[in-house]
């Protein structure tokens, strides 16, 4: 069975900085595209980062660029977001995903806010 669990949301004060984790198992994870997915408060879910099987090519939502950095470690089935810069903006509750699959874990909050 898959599963994704997320950690490393807190609260953190704008221009700050945090990094997630989310540790999968139950698959091949250096053969999985992976994506980072968040959903602010009364909002939708949206997409944030792509990172690709071996790492080196990634993709960033236009609100994020510049600010995170999606990566992965292969050997740890862990996969990472960097966030610096944080913006008030940037509070959601902070999913990972498998691309083409439809699992979700509890996600992670992020509150940014002084």
């Known amino acids: 069975q898959v599963h994704v669990a997320e950690s490393g949301g807190a609260l953190v004060q704008p221009g700050g900085s945090l990094r997630l984790s989310c540790v999968v198992s139950?698959?091949?994870?250096?053969?999985?595209?992976m994506n980072w997915y968040r959903q602010p408060p009364g909002m939708e879910r949206e997409w944030v980062a792509r990172?690709?099987?071996?790492?080196?090519?990634?993709d960033y939502a236009d609100s994020v660029l510049g600010r995170f950095t999606i990566s992965r470690d292969n050997a740890k089935n862990t996969l990472f977001l960097q966030m610096n810069n944080l913006k008030p903006e940037d509070t959601a509750i902070y999913y990972c995903?498998?691309?083409?699959?439809?699992?979700w874990g509890q996600g992670t909050p992020v509150t940014v806010s002084s």
């Open positions: 990172i690709e099987t071996s790492g080196r090519s990634t």
């Open positions: 995903k498998i691309s083409g699959r439809e699992i």
């Open positions: 139950g698959l091949i994870f250096s053969w999985e595209p």
